[in-house]
Nanobody, 126 residues
Framework: QLQASGGGLVQAGASLKLSCTASGLDFRRYAMGWFRQAPGKEREFVAAISWAGRTSNYDDSVKGRFTISRDNAKNTVYLEMNSLKPEDTAVYFC?????????????????????WGQGTLVTVSS
């Protein structure tokens, strides 16, 4: 299971840090991703990180503002979000992609992921 937390209501320009803790799986064997879905829109990629944390990918819309990281000892992946904008408002989901240890990928496609968390709502007011 993946449990996401840390969402909330903030003003534009503020920061939030999301967490996603995994249970019941060998966290080190999974690349992790964050996606988001705004009302009336499709789910979109935000950021991903390889199992060892050596590779990360970001959507252009968040590059330079968001940082993905992970702590394998705590089975947790984080998404630090700075300079938040109203267009960042969405439900944020974490996801896990099982990989082999020689695979350093950090996928962008939802179809690459095997497990999904329940989502945490981020609302950014203008």
């Amino acid at each position: 299971q993946l449990q996401a937390s840390g969402g909330g209501l903030v003003q534009a320009g503020a920061s939030l840090k999301l967490s996603c803790t995994a249970s019941g799986l060998d966290f080190r064997r999974y690349a992790m991703g964050w996606f988001r879905q705004a009302p009336g829109k499709e789910r979109e990629f935000v950021a991903a990180i390889s199992w060892a944390g050596r590779t990360s990918n970001y959507d252009d819309s968040v590059k330079g503002r968001f940082t993905i990281s992970r702590d394998n000892a705590k089975n947790t992946v984080y998404l630090e979000m700075n300079s938040l904008k109203p267009e960042d408002t969405a439900v944020y989901f974490c996801a896990a992609d099982r990989v082999i240890l020689t695979d350093g990928r950090a996928p962008r496609e939802p179809s690459d992921y095997d497990f999904w968390g329940q989502g945490t709502l981020v609302t950014v007011s203008s």
